[in-house]
């Protein structure tokens, strides 16, 4: 089946423009996540939705940074403001409630902030 | 908290020799273990993963990984590379509960002389 997409695959915008990037996870994956990949660095975890619950924020860098989720379907992230440091590939992922540690990943945005 | 450490973020092998890129964790509770792999400009890909059954982890593309409690370690090995095994390696740990989010390694370059 359809793994996770997202959109656009590149984007570049200037210094103080806001961004908004989107996530198809796969279809009947209840929990979503987005992790930031800034270059030759790890994963960091931004943001996690699991079904009707809160979500976990706690990795979001900023206020400038927010992310929704419409029920258990499309998400996006949306970086107001953006900075250069903001340049960093975006994966998001998704999994499903009978293997929810285990987490499938998109190919990413690539954002660069000039 | 949890957190994951890679040594060598580059490691170079020759075609037909061992592989193995190390990692260790820090978890205060019994952890899944995750190796990802990921191909240039594309999305991580699930390698295999500890989830507290089998100490010793067999995945995709004849990669395995040993869980050692004692020694806080998961490092990943296959016998013998290959040219297509060149990408980037990614420890991941999750520590169990109801939040599913990974703490990622700064990721382990592998690159594959012929």
């Known amino acids: 089946g359809a793994g996770v997409s997202q959109s656009p695959s590149n984007k570049v915008t200037e210094k103080g423009k806001d961004v908004e990037l989107r996530c198809d996870p796969i279809?009947?994956?209840?929990?979503l996540y987005w992790y930031r990949q800034r270059l030759g660095q790890g994963l960091e975890f931004l943001i996690y939705?699991?079904?009707?619950?809160?979500?976990?924020k706690s990795g979001l860098p900023s206020d400038r940074f927010s992310a929704e989720r419409t029920g258990e379907s499309v998400s996006t992230l949306t970086i107001q403001r953006t900075q250069q440091e903001d340049s960093a590939v975006y994966l998001c992922?998704?999994?499903?409630?009978?293997?929810?540690?285990?987490?499938?990943f998109g190919p990413g945005t690539r954002l660069t902030v000039t | 908290a949890q957190s994951v450490t890679q040594l060598g973020s580059h490691v170079s092998v020759s075609e037909g020799a061992l592989v193995l890129l190390r990692c260790n964790y820090s978890?205060?509770?019994?952890?899944?273990l995750f190796w990802y792999v990921q191909y240039p400009n594309q999305g991580l890909q699930l390698l295999l993963k500890y989830t507290s059954a089998a100490t010793l982890v067999k995945g995709i593309n004849g990669f395995e990984a040993e869980f050692k409690k004692s020694e806080t370690s998961f490092h990943l090995t296959k016998p013998s590379a290959h040219m297509s095994d060149a990408a980037e390696y990614f420890c991941?740990?999750?520590?169990?509960?109801?939040?599913?989010?990974?703490?990622f390694g700064k990721g382990t370059l592998l690159t594959v002389n012929p």
């Open positions: 978890s205060s509770v019994p952890p899944y």
């Open positions: 279809s009947g994956h209840t929990a």
């Open positions: 992922a998704s999994s499903s409630d009978s293997t929810r540690r285990e987490q499938y």
């Open positions: 939705f699991q079904g009707n619950s809160a979500p976990d």
């Open positions: 991941a740990v999750n520590s169990g509960g109801s939040n599913y989010k990974l703490t």
